[in-house]
């Protein structure tokens, strides 16, 4: 006869929580009784309805984002047992193997905290804005059906779409660091965002804009506007920065082929610049 694995009744979750931007973080246990099949929302769900410790001191409820839950928006990003993933795909089964009877959750730690697990991840979207990640459209009448694209670019161009701006590339990449910038008691929205746009300035863009830049190069109307693009990945902060880690690659949910986004890009900046050299 072989020995059968005694039932497990409870589990605990550990989380790192924070009050408020630049507020001091403090740990947080709290114990769940065990359910087959759950995933780290469906836990953080049951925290939210009693609200205290596992000491049984009551507290507020954690605060966490989430929307699609099905691994297609990117919201609910985080650290969960030292690893970025995605929350609504990470299930407690398999995490409870890695660390048998406790589960920790982090806020990433290159954005700034809104509060406990829910982060600002404005920084990636004004990345994409500096690449110009989008198809450029001068109206919008219909003009007919556009070029036919080939199969392989199709191929190609497919992966790099899925990209949700999660977070878990840049989150990995010893390259980002955190910028993060306190709002001033009664400034404006405006001027609160121009300030961290300022001090963004000439940090590394990251994996996930540096991939957007060759989508949407690759597009047959985006390609228009091609050399502005890359005009960003060379100017400061640019694809220069990337010390090719390769972690980016190794903990993106969707698979996307990082790594040889930023080697394409990597050759077509080489040869912006040296044409952009005799053309002078």
């Known amino acids: 006869m072989t020995a059968t694995a005694p039932k497990r009744e409870s589990f605990d979750v550990r989380i790192l929580r ?41 507290t507020t409820p954690v605060a966490w984002d989430c929307n699609c839950l099905e691994e297609v928006c990117g919201a609910c990003t985080m650290v969960i047992n030292g690893r970025v993933r995605q ?8 995490l409870l193997a890695e660390s048998p ?11 700034p905290v809104v509060r406990d697990l829910v982060v600002d991840r404005s920084r990636m979207f004004r990345a994409l804005e500096r690449v110009q ?29 899925e990209c949700m701006t999660c977070g878990c590339c840049v989150e990995a990449c010893p390259q980002y660091g955190k ?9 404006s929205q405006e001027s609160y965002e121009q300030r961290q746009a300022e001090a963004e300035e000439g940090q590394f863009l990251g994996a996930a804009a540096i991939s957007q830049t060759m989508l949407f190069n690759d597009h047959a109307t985006g390609g228009m506007i091609a050399a502005e693009r890359l005009d960003a990945l060379t100017a400061s902060g640019g694809i220069q920065e990337c010390g090719n880690a390769q972690n980016c690659v190794a903990v993106c949910p969707k698979e996307i082929p990082l790594t040889t986004s930023i080697a394409r890009a990597g050759r077509k900046t080489t040869w912006h610049m040296i044409k952009k050299w005799f053309d002078r």
């Open 18 to 58: 924070q009050s408020g931007p630049g507020e001091e973080s403090r740990w947080e246990t709290f114990r769940i009784p065990y359910e087959p099949n759950l995933n780290v929302i469906s836990v953080l769900q049951k925290i939210a309805a009693t609200a205290r410790t596992a000491e049984g001191t009551a």
């Open 87 to 94: 929350s609504c795909s990470a299930l407690v089964d398999k």
């Open 133 to 161: 990640a989008w198809v450029p459209v001068d109206d919008y009448y219909d003009r007919g059906g556009g070029p036919n694209v080939p199969q392989e670019l199709q191929e190609q161009r497919y992966p790099l779409s």
């Open 179 to 187: 910028v993060e910038v306190h709002r001033r008691p009664n400034e």
């Open 101 to 111: 009877g406790e589960i920790e959750l982090q806020p990433m730690s290159k954005f």
